[in-house]
């Protein structure tokens, strides 16, 4: 599966971004999809997963919960992370990628196999 990240850009504390992530390749609904992060300095961090199936099986980091909107479109085969009160502390390159292990790792960076080239996601205070 290739994956394609835009949406990323500067924006204030407060501000919104959505994120989008296409797949091309392989049968998209096959795979869970998980956004993550990278900041200078610190290790990628889960953010959002949604299950392959789709409507009603999600996962946030505690930092996205009530913030962050992960949602998929499987008929564009591109998922979402709508970004809403954006902090600071939330700039990082922002990765999405795939995965077929169970749902159960899907925070678990080192079990996705295709990665996107990631975007960059600047909140100025």
């Known amino acids: 599966v290739q994956l394609q990240a835009s949406g990323g850009g500067l924006v204030q504390a407060g501000g919104s971004l959505r994120l989008s992530c296409a797949a091309s390749?392989?049968?998209?609904?096959?795979?869970?999809m998980g956004w993550f992060r990278q900041a200078p300095g610190k290790e990628r961090e889960f953010v959002a997963g949604?299950?392959?199936?789709?409507?009603?099986?999600?996962r946030y980091a505690d930092f996205a919960k009530g913030r962050f909107t992960i949602s998929k479109d499987n008929a564009k085969s591109t998922v979402y992370l709508q970004m809403n009160s954006l902090k600071p502390e939330d700039t990082a390159v922002y990765f999405c990628?795939?995965?077929?292990?169970?749902?159960?790792?899907?925070?678990?960076?080192?079990?996705?196999?295709?990665w996107g080239q990631g975007t960059q996601v600047t909140v100025s205070s």
């Open positions: 390749g392989r049968t998209f609904i096959n795979f869970h």
């Open positions: 949604i299950n392959r199936n789709g409507v009603g099986t999600t």
């Open positions: 990628a795939v995965t077929q292990i169970l749902w159960s790792y899907v925070e678990e960076a080192h079990r996705y196999t295709s």
